[in-house]
Structure formats: C-alpha cells, structure tokens
C-alpha cells in the first residue's frame, strides 16, 4: 500500500477532474463557449504524451550507456503509452475541432505536426519488430529513439506556432495562457493534468511488469524443456 | 580532418569509376520529368505554376531520398568491419554527409534546369532558391545518412527507410515549399527569412545529432 499511494492519488485526481470539468463554472468565450470544458480533457493528453516520450528517451539514453534489457523495455513501453496518449488526444481534439470549428479534421498545422508526431513513433515500433537480436534491436531502436526526439519533437512545436493555425492561443504557449485561464480553470486543470501524468506512468510500468513476467516464464519453459 | 575529405575521396572515386548509382538516379529522374510534362504539359502556363512547386519537390525527394539511401546499404560486410579498425564513426558519418549534400545538390539542380526548360519556369528569384536547394540537399543528406545507417541493419531495409524517413523530411520540405511559394511570387528574400533560419537550424539539429550517435549505431 505504501508503495502505490501515487496511483491511488492519480485514479482520485483524474476523477475529481471529470466532475469538476462538467459541474464547475467555466468563463464563456467567443466560439469555444461551454466546449472549453474539452480544455481539461484534451491538452493533458498532449502533456503526456510528451512526458512519455520524455521518459522513454530518458530510458532510451540509460541503455545506451550502460546495456541493460530492461532499460530497453521501459524505453518501449514508455514510448507505446506515449502513442496511446497522443491517439486520444487526437481524437479529443478532433471531437472539440468538430463543435468549434465545423469539421473533425480542418489541416491546422498543430493537427498536422500531432498527425507526424504519432507516424514517427510508429515508425519507432515498426522499426523494432524488424530487428530480430534483442540487443541490436534494443540498440538501433535506443538511437532512432533520440534522433526522433530531438528533432522531431521541437520542430511540431516550433513549425505550428510560426505559422497561423485556428488552434486558440497560437503564436503563444501551447498550453497555458491561452484562454487567460483563471483561478476556476487552473483548478481543474492542474490537477487534471497531473492525474493523467500518474496514470500514465502506472500504465507503463504495468505493461513492464507484464513483459518481465512474460520474459520469466518463457525462460522457465526453456529451462524445463532442456 | 584529412581523414574525412580521404574518405569523401573514396566515395567520390568509387562513384566515378563505377557510374552505377549516378545514372541511374539521373535516368529515373528525366524519366520523372517526361511524365510530368505528359501529365501537364497541355495545360496553361498559369495552371502549371500553381503545381510546378509540388511536382518538383515530389520529384526531387524521391531521386534525392534513393541517392542517398544507397550511401549506406550498398556497404559490404568486410569493408564495413575494415572501416571500423581504421578510422572513427565520426569520420564516416561526416563523409557520408558531405558526400550525400554534394550528390543531393547535383541531383537538384540538374532537376531544377530541367524542370525548367520542360514545363514552364515559375521561380523569379533565383539566388534564394539555390540557396533553398543546398540547405534541403544538406538538411535531406544528414537526417538521411544516419537513418538509413539504422535500416541497412534491418531485414526489409528498403520498407523500414521510407517508413523512417517520411516524418523527418516532411519538416524540412514543408519550409521548402513554403520558401518556393515566396520564390514564385517574386517575395523579396526577407519575407523567407524565418524558413531559412528554421532550415539551417534543422541542419544544425540534425548534424549534431548524427555526430553523437553514430558511433552507437556502427559498432556491430
């Protein structure tokens, strides 16, 4: 119990989240109007996403200095959780695009630079499931992680917001001060996006806890059929 | 230093010698231009320019990303093992850049003259566009030269390349396109000039990445 007090704290918050989003009073905007609630659902998906990736690397980097295979494993699961966020957070969007703006998908280039931002860490896992040696795959797919990072990560920020996009807020911050958030929304929206965060992370380590039993099990099989 | 330009040399020597990969890249591409102008080329000059900038670019990243793929999947196994024991990653890496930049820009001017001379030739500002053509040749060569370093590893490498490379050169064509745009309509240089600085800062990006995890990808 101890030891998971953080997913407990992560499950709460994202709960108080929810209700807070729909019961709260939100200020009223042009065209947004009450669809600003989307706001607490829809940018801490992006955060996480890019918290993910931002482990992964971290776990990206640890293998390649020192090989572990387990390193590697979180890199990926990481990574894979990271997908999942940015794929709700397209959807997210693409449900708030169709209130606000007409249509699911309009071309914005933040849709556009999230769209390639999903493609590269896709092509991450494809790139693993062809390399079949579990330490060059681990290796290869270590340094195809840093590369993808580091330059594609700034460039879908830095392009969307030289350009004009009907994102609200562009030519700013991504996230914060874009609707002069006040006191009202900054208490749901904290929370909501620290919430996400730790549930994210209790989901990657899930999923890297399956794997190692799956490794162990299959190494007792091959110990038995020797 | 000496050691990269004896390098580039090899590379360089070895293309000369053995026009393989050259004459085929200049064939395929003649052979894109012929089909362009069959698609296009009945139409008027006004119709033409409005696509002429996404035919060319088309054109150019599908020669430009087979030049230099071939940069790294054409390496036998003994002379990779050979390599290693004389010179650094570092060494290779950069040789292959520069050699990748120089093809890739020779590959997009001889585009360039013939895109021109067959359909109609839009572009007003020449220096700015030259300029354009080296910062893609440079920015295509480096994110390329080390990604394809990644798939020759593979099993289908010729798959994996083009599934790894489509993000990366997305960003840097997406800049291009918008450059060309200014070209056509006869912008001064100054209205181009957050492209370029994002271009040249994406080079930079790139390089240094490259410079750090080569070494990392070559040791098998």
């Not at chain 1, 040696?133 to 990072?149: K, M, T």
């Not at chain 2, 064509?173 to 001064?188: F, M, R, S």
């Not at chain 2, 209205?191 to 990808?217: G, K, M, Q, R, W």
Request: with cysteine; glycine share 6%.
């Amino acid at each position: 119990m101890k030891k998971s007090w953080w997913k407990i704290v992560g499950v709460m918050l994202v709960g108080y989240s929810m209700v807070g989003g729909i019961i709260f009073e939100v200020p009223r905007l042009a065209i947004v109007n009450e669809t600003i609630r989307a706001l607490y659902f829809h940018v801490p998906m992006w955060f996480c996403m890019v918290f993910m990736f931002f482990i992964s690397l971290v776990y990206s980097i640890k293998y390649l200095r020192n090989p572990t295979l387990n390193f590697d494993s979180k890199a990926v699961e990481f990574a894979n959780t990271g997908i999942i966020f940015g794929l709700l957070g397209i959807v997210t969007g693409m449900i708030w695009a169709n209130y606000t703006w007409g249509s699911p998908w309009h071309g914005d280039p933040k849709q556009n630079g999230a769209a390639i931002t999903l493609l590269v860490y896709l092509a991450y896992s494809i790139l693993r499931q062809s390399l079949p040696n579990p330490d060059q795959r681990a290796r290869l797919s270590g340094v195809y992680n840093i590369f993808a990072f580091t330059t594609m990560i700034p460039m879908i920020f830095i392009i969307p917001r030289l350009s004009s996009s009907m994102h609200p807020g562009s030519g700013g911050n991504p996230g914060f001060n874009m609707y002069d958030l006040d006191y009202q929304m900054r208490m749901v929206f904290y929370p909501a996006v620290i919430g996400w965060i730790l549930l994210g992370i209790w989901v990657a380590t899930l999923r890297v806890r399956i794997k190692s039993a799956d490794m162990k099990i299959i190494n007792i099989e091959y110990e038995k059929n020797r | 230093m000496r050691r990269i330009w004896k390098l580039f040399l090899l590379e360089l020597l070895l293309e000369i010698r053995n026009k393989s990969i050259i004459a085929s890249l200049l064939l395929f591409q003649v052979c894109l231009v012929m089909i362009n102008y069959f698609a296009l080329g009945m139409l008027p000059e006004s119709k033409i320019a409005s696509v002429w900038s996404a035919l060319f670019w088309i054109t150019l990243l599908s020669v430009s990303v087979n030049v230099i793929t071939k940069s790294f999947s054409s390496e036998r196994l003994g002379r990779g093992i050979y390599l290693y024991s004389i010179v650094s990653g570092v060494e290779v890496i950069f040789s292959k850049i520069i050699y990748g930049f120089l093809i890739s820009l020779f590959v997009s001017v001889v585009g360039f003259i013939l895109f021109a001379s067959i359909l109609s030739n839009p572009i007003q500002d020449y220096k700015l566009f030259l300029l354009t053509l080296c910062l893609v040749s440079y920015g295509l060569s480096a994110s390329l030269s080390i990604l394809s370093a990644i798939a020759s590893k593979t099993k289908n490498s010729n798959v994996i390349m083009a599934v790894l490379s489509f993000p990366v050169v997305i960003s840097i064509i997406l800049e291009a396109i918008q450059i060309t745009k200014n070209c056509i309509d006869g912008l001064d240089m100054s209205a181009s000039y957050d492209e370029i600085i994002l271009l040249s800062a994406i080079n930079i990006l790139v390089t240094s990445v490259s410079y750090l995890l080569f070494p990392y990808i070559w040791r098998s």
